[in-house]
T-cell receptor, first 109, second 115 residues
């Protein structure tokens, strides 16, 4: 069964607004990764944050990790219509990966 | 750009047929995975391999089987397909990149429809 949970399950925002997605996990991890999946396509790796890191940036993406709360958040700033996709967090621990349930983001032009 | 390939991308077959979904990667990764994803649902790990001749079942029970005879190749087989097997199947690979980092690279996916 899936151990990761993400919220919200779905999010609809206007272009230019920021989008925040949260992810929780249940066991200790080595790292946590965020992926994007466009409808009907494969997964694209976005960003990886290690268990000893608290925040990481990549372009318009900002990821935070709180290991005490076993949670992570993904912030997309200045969203674009092309950001419309499902976003998954993936926790990795000792060679085992676990997916979250995903957040469906819709960015309205 | 990741070098991991899946074939076929789309397949429609009749009930009872045997099918094999192919997955190949040219990155020399030891670890490979198969995930199943129904439309709009989360991904489920169904098989994984940590190297040649190593295969394990994942969290979600699956009637499919896999083999890992060569590092670059990780095919998934359904001996007798049923409509309940209709889903998207995603292949992935990964390797250690230092200090425990492990980026997972995914193929484009294979959409299977069993009628």
């Amino acid at each position: 069964s899936q151990q990761g949970e993400e919220d919200p399950q779905a999010l609809s925002i206007q272009e230019g607004e920021n989008a925040t997605m949260n992810c929780s996990y249940k066991t200790s991890i080595n790292n946590l990764q965020w992926y994007r999946q466009n409808s009907g396509r494969g997964l694209v790796h976005l960003i990886l944050i290690r268990s000893n890191e608290r925040e990481k940036h990549s372009g318009r993406l900002r990821v935070t990790l709180d290991t005490s709360k076993k949670s992570s958040s993904l912030l997309i700033t200045a969203s674009r219509a092309a950001d419309t996709a499902s976003y998954f967090c993936v926790s990795e621990r000792y060679q085992k990966v676990t997916f979250g349930t995903g957040t469906k983001l819709q960015v309205i032009p | 750009e990741a070098d991991i390939y899946q074939t076929p991308r789309y397949l429609v077959i009749g009930t009872g047929k045997k099918i094999t979904l192919e997955c190949s990667q040219t990155m020399g990764h030891d670890k490979m995975y198969w995930y199943q994803q129904d439309p709009g649902m989360e991904l489920h790990l169904i098989h994984y391999s940590y190297g040649v001749n190593s295969t394990e079942k994942g969290d979600l029970s699956s009637e499919s089987t896999v083999s890992r005879i060569r590092t670059e190749h990780f095919p998934l087989t359904l001996e007798s397909a049923r409509p309940s097997h209709t889903s998207q199947y995603l292949c992935a690979s990964s390797d250690e990149e230092g200090q425990g980092e492990n980026t997972i690279y995914f193929g484009e996916g294979s959409w299977l429809t069993v009628v």
